[in-house]
Protein backbone atom coordinates (compact mmCIF):
# COMPACT_ATOMS: atom_id res chain seq x y z
CA UNK A 1 0.00 0.00 0.00
CA UNK A 2 1.98 3.21 -1.30
CA UNK A 3 -0.76 5.51 0.12
CA UNK A 4 -0.84 8.46 -2.07
CA UNK A 5 2.54 8.96 -4.71
CA UNK A 6 4.00 12.13 -6.42
CA UNK A 7 6.06 12.69 -9.34
CA UNK A 8 8.17 14.28 -9.76
CA UNK A 9 9.88 15.14 -6.08
CA UNK A 10 11.90 18.27 -7.29
CA UNK A 11 11.48 20.32 -10.63
CA UNK A 12 13.34 23.17 -11.74
CA UNK A 13 11.34 25.49 -14.73
CA UNK A 14 12.14 28.56 -16.47
CA UNK A 15 9.70 31.13 -16.79
CA UNK A 16 6.80 30.57 -19.25
CA UNK A 17 8.27 27.20 -19.61
CA UNK A 18 4.80 24.42 -18.72
CA UNK A 19 4.72 21.07 -16.70
CA UNK A 20 2.23 18.86 -14.96
CA UNK A 21 2.16 17.34 -11.74
CA UNK A 22 1.35 13.82 -10.97
CA UNK A 23 -0.76 12.59 -8.39
CA UNK A 24 -2.00 8.75 -7.56
CA UNK A 25 -3.69 7.48 -4.69
CA UNK A 26 -4.15 3.79 -3.73
CA UNK A 27 -6.44 3.48 -0.87
CA UNK A 28 -10.09 4.09 -3.03
CA UNK A 29 -10.47 7.41 -1.76
CA UNK A 30 -13.35 9.52 -3.89
CA UNK A 31 -11.80 13.05 -2.73
CA UNK A 32 -8.25 14.40 -4.10
CA UNK A 33 -6.88 18.06 -3.32
CA UNK A 34 -3.72 19.94 -4.43
CA UNK A 35 -2.31 22.32 -2.60
CA UNK A 36 0.84 24.48 -2.36
CA UNK A 37 2.64 25.45 0.45
CA UNK A 38 4.88 29.03 1.18
CA UNK A 39 6.80 29.96 4.03
CA UNK A 40 4.58 31.34 6.84
CA UNK A 41 1.60 30.59 4.75
CA UNK A 42 0.25 27.21 5.48
CA UNK A 43 -1.04 25.47 3.13
CA UNK A 44 -3.48 26.61 0.52
CA UNK A 45 -6.27 24.58 -1.28
CA UNK A 46 -5.40 25.39 -5.21
CA UNK A 47 -8.25 22.80 -6.68
CA UNK A 48 -9.92 19.40 -5.83
CA UNK A 49 -11.76 16.50 -6.67
CA UNK A 50 -14.67 15.64 -4.73
CA UNK A 51 -15.53 12.37 -6.75
CA UNK A 52 -14.18 11.52 -10.14
CA UNK A 53 -15.54 13.62 -12.90
CA UNK A 54 -15.94 16.67 -11.13
CA UNK A 55 -13.63 19.60 -10.22
CA UNK A 56 -13.22 22.92 -8.35
CA UNK A 57 -11.18 25.73 -7.87
CA UNK A 58 -9.84 26.31 -4.14
CA UNK A 59 -8.36 29.46 -2.39
CA UNK A 60 -5.15 29.84 -5.05
CA UNK A 61 -6.41 28.65 -8.70
CA UNK A 62 -5.29 31.00 -10.61
CA UNK A 63 -2.22 30.01 -13.59
CA UNK A 64 -3.16 25.57 -12.67
CA UNK A 65 -5.07 23.55 -14.25
CA UNK A 66 -6.19 20.21 -13.16
CA UNK A 67 -7.35 16.87 -14.41
CA UNK A 68 -8.67 14.19 -12.78
CA UNK A 69 -7.93 11.33 -15.27
CA UNK A 70 -9.72 8.27 -13.05
CA UNK A 71 -10.48 7.52 -9.03
CA UNK A 72 -6.64 6.72 -8.50
CA UNK A 73 -4.99 9.76 -10.17
CA UNK A 74 -5.19 14.07 -10.11
CA UNK A 75 -2.59 16.07 -12.09
CA UNK A 76 -1.85 19.66 -11.42
CA UNK A 77 -0.57 21.61 -14.86
CA UNK A 78 0.92 24.54 -15.21
CA UNK A 79 0.53 26.28 -18.64
CA UNK A 80 2.94 28.93 -18.67
CA UNK A 81 5.36 29.05 -14.93
CA UNK A 82 5.86 32.36 -13.16
CA UNK A 83 8.29 32.68 -10.31
CA UNK A 84 5.08 32.96 -7.95
CA UNK A 85 5.17 29.56 -8.70
CA UNK A 86 7.42 28.67 -7.15
CA UNK A 87 6.37 26.55 -3.98
CA UNK A 88 6.51 23.13 -2.69
CA UNK A 89 3.22 21.08 -3.85
CA UNK A 90 0.93 18.76 -2.21
CA UNK A 91 -1.28 15.83 -3.39
CA UNK A 92 -3.84 14.63 -0.51
CA UNK A 93 -6.86 12.26 -0.63
CA UNK A 94 -9.61 11.38 1.83
CA UNK A 95 -12.92 9.35 1.40
CA UNK A 96 -16.28 10.77 1.38
CA UNK A 97 -16.97 11.09 4.97
CA UNK A 98 -17.06 14.88 6.75
CA UNK A 99 -15.21 12.53 9.26
CA UNK A 100 -12.24 11.31 7.65
CA UNK A 101 -8.86 13.14 7.51
CA UNK A 102 -6.35 13.83 4.18
CA UNK A 103 -4.06 11.59 3.11
CA UNK A 104 -0.79 13.59 2.38
CA UNK A 105 1.81 12.66 -0.44
CA UNK A 106 5.63 13.57 -0.32
CA UNK A 107 5.42 16.80 -2.23
CA UNK A 108 7.07 18.33 -5.02
CA UNK A 109 9.80 20.67 -4.63
CA UNK A 110 9.36 22.90 -8.09
CA UNK A 111 11.54 26.21 -8.24
CA UNK A 112 10.59 28.30 -11.47
CA UNK A 113 13.61 31.10 -12.18
CA UNK B 1 -16.00 30.39 5.83
CA UNK B 2 -13.27 29.26 8.71
CA UNK B 3 -9.73 30.63 9.37
CA UNK B 4 -7.19 29.00 11.51
CA UNK B 5 -5.01 31.00 13.76
CA UNK B 6 -1.30 29.90 15.32
CA UNK B 7 -0.03 32.32 17.48
CA UNK B 8 3.37 30.95 18.09
CA UNK B 9 5.20 30.79 14.41
CA UNK B 10 8.25 28.95 16.30
CA UNK B 11 8.71 27.13 19.61
CA UNK B 12 12.00 26.05 20.87
CA UNK B 13 11.94 23.86 24.20
CA UNK B 14 14.59 21.64 25.62
CA UNK B 15 14.35 18.00 26.04
CA UNK B 16 11.90 16.41 28.45
CA UNK B 17 10.23 19.36 28.76
CA UNK B 18 6.17 20.06 28.65
CA UNK B 19 5.07 22.01 25.49
CA UNK B 20 1.77 23.38 24.12
CA UNK B 21 1.03 24.86 20.40
CA UNK B 22 -2.00 27.02 20.21
CA UNK B 23 -4.44 26.68 18.02
CA UNK B 24 -7.86 29.15 17.62
CA UNK B 25 -10.16 29.18 14.96
CA UNK B 26 -13.26 31.26 13.66
CA UNK B 27 -16.60 29.34 12.08
CA UNK B 28 -20.10 30.05 11.77
CA UNK B 29 -20.29 26.39 11.96
CA UNK B 30 -19.60 23.58 13.88
CA UNK B 31 -16.66 22.16 13.36
CA UNK B 32 -14.11 18.99 13.35
CA UNK B 33 -10.53 19.88 14.48
CA UNK B 34 -7.20 18.26 12.91
CA UNK B 35 -3.47 18.65 14.54
CA UNK B 36 -1.08 17.06 11.32
CA UNK B 37 2.58 16.93 12.12
CA UNK B 38 5.32 17.36 8.97
CA UNK B 39 8.70 16.17 9.10
CA UNK B 40 11.68 17.72 7.41
CA UNK B 41 11.60 16.59 3.49
CA UNK B 42 7.66 15.02 3.86
CA UNK B 43 4.32 15.25 3.76
CA UNK B 44 1.58 15.91 6.33
CA UNK B 45 0.70 13.28 8.93
CA UNK B 46 -2.45 12.60 11.20
CA UNK B 47 -1.55 13.15 14.25
CA UNK B 48 -4.84 13.54 16.64
CA UNK B 49 -8.45 14.96 15.30
CA UNK B 50 -11.40 16.05 17.23
CA UNK B 51 -15.25 15.15 15.78
CA UNK B 52 -17.36 14.99 18.76
CA UNK B 53 -17.69 13.64 21.99
CA UNK B 54 -14.88 13.41 24.96
CA UNK B 55 -12.97 17.04 24.57
CA UNK B 56 -9.43 16.02 25.52
CA UNK B 57 -8.00 13.78 22.59
CA UNK B 58 -5.16 11.73 22.48
CA UNK B 59 -3.56 11.16 19.33
CA UNK B 60 0.38 9.60 18.11
CA UNK B 61 3.48 9.41 20.09
CA UNK B 62 2.25 11.16 23.36
CA UNK B 63 0.27 14.16 21.92
CA UNK B 64 -2.88 15.12 22.73
CA UNK B 65 -5.01 18.37 22.38
CA UNK B 66 -8.13 20.13 24.18
CA UNK B 67 -11.21 21.47 22.09
CA UNK B 68 -12.46 23.96 24.11
CA UNK B 69 -15.87 25.28 22.10
CA UNK B 70 -16.04 28.71 24.18
CA UNK B 71 -12.57 30.05 23.51
CA UNK B 72 -12.77 28.45 19.81
CA UNK B 73 -9.33 26.85 20.98
CA UNK B 74 -7.72 23.58 19.90
CA UNK B 75 -4.12 23.67 21.62
CA UNK B 76 -1.62 20.71 21.22
CA UNK B 77 0.23 19.48 24.42
CA UNK B 78 2.88 16.83 25.05
CA UNK B 79 4.28 16.52 29.15
CA UNK B 80 7.73 15.63 27.72
CA UNK B 81 9.27 15.97 24.79
CA UNK B 82 12.10 14.08 22.58
CA UNK B 83 14.57 15.20 19.65
CA UNK B 84 12.49 13.45 17.63
CA UNK B 85 9.68 15.58 17.88
CA UNK B 86 11.31 18.38 15.90
CA UNK B 87 8.93 19.38 13.00
CA UNK B 88 6.25 21.44 12.02
CA UNK B 89 2.69 21.54 13.32
CA UNK B 90 -0.34 22.42 11.41
CA UNK B 91 -3.67 22.71 12.84
CA UNK B 92 -6.55 22.42 10.78
CA UNK B 93 -10.53 23.19 10.62
CA UNK B 94 -13.16 21.84 8.50
CA UNK B 95 -16.45 22.71 8.41
CA UNK B 96 -19.20 20.43 9.57
CA UNK B 97 -21.39 21.25 6.48
CA UNK B 98 -18.67 19.25 4.00
CA UNK B 99 -16.82 22.51 3.48
CA UNK B 100 -12.71 21.84 2.68
CA UNK B 101 -9.67 21.69 5.26
CA UNK B 102 -8.37 25.32 6.11
CA UNK B 103 -4.77 24.72 7.69
CA UNK B 104 -3.43 27.31 9.61
CA UNK B 105 0.40 28.86 9.08
CA UNK B 106 2.20 26.04 10.75
CA UNK B 107 4.10 26.16 13.91
CA UNK B 108 7.74 25.40 13.89
CA UNK B 109 8.91 23.27 17.26
CA UNK B 110 12.80 23.03 17.59
CA UNK B 111 13.51 20.44 20.80
CA UNK B 112 16.97 21.48 22.01
CA UNK B 113 19.61 18.68 23.62
Known amino acids: NAGVTQTPKFQVLKTGQSMTLQCAQD?????MYWYRQDPGMGLRLIYYSASEGTTDKGEVPNGYNVSRLNKREFSLRLESAAPSQTSVYFC????????????FGPGTRLTVT | AQSVTQLDSQVPVFEEAPVELRCNYS??????LFWYVQYPNQGLQLLLKYLSGSTLVKGINGFEAEFNKSQTSFHLRKPSVHISDTAEYFC???????????FGPGTRLSVLP
Open chain 1, 27 to 31: MNHNS
Open chain 2, 27 to 32: SSVSVY
Open chain 2, 92 to 102: AVRGSYGQNFV
Open chain 1, 92 to 103: ASSEDSLLREQY
